[in-house]
Protein backbone atom coordinates (compact mmCIF):
# COMPACT_ATOMS: atom_id res chain seq x y z
CA UNK A 1 0.00 0.00 0.00
CA UNK A 2 1.24 3.73 -0.28
CA UNK A 3 2.84 4.90 2.52
CA UNK A 4 3.68 8.36 4.20
CA UNK A 5 5.94 9.01 7.14
CA UNK A 6 6.91 12.27 8.66
CA UNK A 7 9.95 13.39 10.60
CA UNK A 8 11.79 15.57 11.57
CA UNK A 9 9.40 17.48 14.10
CA UNK A 10 10.44 18.37 17.77
CA UNK A 11 10.74 21.28 20.38
CA UNK A 12 12.30 24.24 19.16
CA UNK A 13 12.97 27.87 20.67
CA UNK A 14 11.64 30.63 18.32
CA UNK A 15 14.23 31.98 15.41
CA UNK A 16 14.86 28.28 15.31
CA UNK A 17 14.93 25.81 12.46
CA UNK A 18 13.67 22.32 11.30
CA UNK A 19 13.98 20.15 8.25
CA UNK A 20 10.79 18.10 8.19
CA UNK A 21 10.95 14.54 6.17
CA UNK A 22 8.44 12.73 4.22
CA UNK A 23 9.63 9.53 3.50
CA UNK A 24 7.04 7.54 0.73
CA UNK A 25 7.09 3.87 -0.34
CA UNK A 26 4.46 2.00 -2.66
CA UNK A 27 4.73 4.96 -5.21
CA UNK A 28 7.30 7.85 -6.91
CA UNK A 29 7.37 11.15 -5.28
CA UNK A 30 7.81 12.40 -8.37
CA UNK A 31 4.63 10.74 -10.05
CA UNK A 32 2.83 12.68 -7.34
CA UNK A 33 1.73 15.79 -6.03
CA UNK A 34 2.98 16.04 -2.80
CA UNK A 35 1.78 18.74 0.05
CA UNK A 36 2.34 19.52 3.21
CA UNK A 37 -0.51 20.87 6.10
CA UNK A 38 -0.90 21.71 9.61
CA UNK A 39 -3.24 21.40 12.44
CA UNK A 40 -3.00 23.26 15.95
CA UNK A 41 -5.75 22.38 18.08
CA UNK A 42 -8.92 23.90 17.71
CA UNK A 43 -7.90 24.92 14.02
CA UNK A 44 -8.66 23.69 10.96
CA UNK A 45 -6.21 21.76 9.00
CA UNK A 46 -4.72 24.44 6.48
CA UNK A 47 -2.20 23.85 3.61
CA UNK A 48 1.48 24.78 4.06
CA UNK A 49 3.38 24.17 1.22
CA UNK A 50 3.01 21.77 -2.09
CA UNK A 51 5.17 20.46 -4.95
CA UNK A 52 3.85 19.31 -8.25
CA UNK A 53 4.77 16.27 -10.09
CA UNK A 54 7.92 16.69 -11.68
CA UNK A 55 7.76 19.68 -14.07
CA UNK A 56 5.34 20.81 -11.82
CA UNK A 57 4.94 24.47 -9.80
CA UNK A 58 5.59 25.07 -6.25
CA UNK A 59 3.18 26.79 -3.83
CA UNK A 60 3.33 28.34 -0.28
CA UNK A 61 0.87 29.96 1.90
CA UNK A 62 1.79 33.52 2.98
CA UNK A 63 2.48 32.94 6.30
CA UNK A 64 5.09 30.10 4.74
CA UNK A 65 6.56 32.26 1.97
CA UNK A 66 9.88 33.33 2.57
CA UNK A 67 10.82 31.00 5.47
CA UNK A 68 9.55 27.56 4.52
CA UNK A 69 11.26 25.70 1.35
CA UNK A 70 9.24 22.40 -0.15
CA UNK A 71 12.01 20.12 -1.93
CA UNK A 72 12.10 16.86 -3.26
CA UNK A 73 14.70 13.70 -3.16
CA UNK A 74 13.92 11.45 -6.14
CA UNK A 75 16.48 9.01 -5.28
CA UNK A 76 15.24 9.17 -1.55
CA UNK A 77 11.50 8.98 -2.74
CA UNK A 78 11.06 11.75 0.17
CA UNK A 79 9.88 14.87 0.15
CA UNK A 80 11.54 17.81 2.97
CA UNK A 81 10.28 21.06 4.32
CA UNK A 82 12.86 23.43 5.71
CA UNK A 83 11.63 25.98 7.97
CA UNK A 84 13.21 28.94 9.35
CA UNK A 85 12.73 31.67 11.03
CA UNK A 86 9.70 29.75 13.27
CA UNK A 87 6.81 31.38 15.18
CA UNK A 88 5.07 30.21 18.22
CA UNK A 89 2.30 30.35 15.94
CA UNK A 90 3.75 27.76 14.00
CA UNK A 91 3.06 25.00 15.97
CA UNK A 92 1.16 22.57 14.80
CA UNK A 93 1.10 18.74 13.34
CA UNK A 94 2.34 18.65 10.41
CA UNK A 95 1.43 15.94 7.58
CA UNK A 96 2.27 15.40 4.37
CA UNK A 97 -0.16 14.34 1.58
CA UNK A 98 0.14 13.52 -2.00
CA UNK A 99 -2.56 12.72 -4.51
CA UNK A 100 -1.59 11.28 -8.80
CA UNK A 101 -4.56 13.08 -10.29
CA UNK A 102 -2.81 16.93 -10.19
CA UNK A 103 -1.06 17.20 -13.62
CA UNK A 104 1.98 19.58 -12.76
CA UNK A 105 0.29 22.19 -10.80
CA UNK A 106 -0.48 21.72 -6.88
CA UNK A 107 -3.00 23.11 -4.51
CA UNK A 108 -3.27 23.58 -0.72
CA UNK A 109 -6.39 21.85 -0.05
CA UNK A 110 -6.90 19.29 1.71
CA UNK A 111 -9.79 17.70 -0.10
CA UNK A 112 -7.43 17.21 -2.78
CA UNK A 113 -5.42 14.72 -1.46
CA UNK A 114 -5.60 10.86 -1.26
CA UNK A 115 -2.99 10.16 0.83
CA UNK A 116 -1.86 10.99 4.38
CA UNK A 117 0.94 10.36 6.65
CA UNK A 118 0.69 10.10 10.41
CA UNK A 119 1.66 13.42 11.43
CA UNK A 120 4.71 14.67 13.01
CA UNK A 121 4.93 17.64 16.10
CA UNK A 122 6.27 20.66 15.85
CA UNK A 123 6.35 22.99 19.08
CA UNK A 124 7.90 26.73 18.70
CA UNK A 125 7.73 27.96 22.38
CA UNK A 126 10.74 29.36 24.89
Known amino acids: QLQLVESGGGLVQPGGSLRLSCATS????????IAWFRQAPGKEREGVSCIGKSGGSTNYADSAKGRFTISRDRAKNTVYLQMISLKPEDTAVYYC???????????????????WGQGTQVTVSS
Open 26 to 33: GFTVDSYS
Open 97 to 115: AAVSRIVGLCVLSAVAYDY
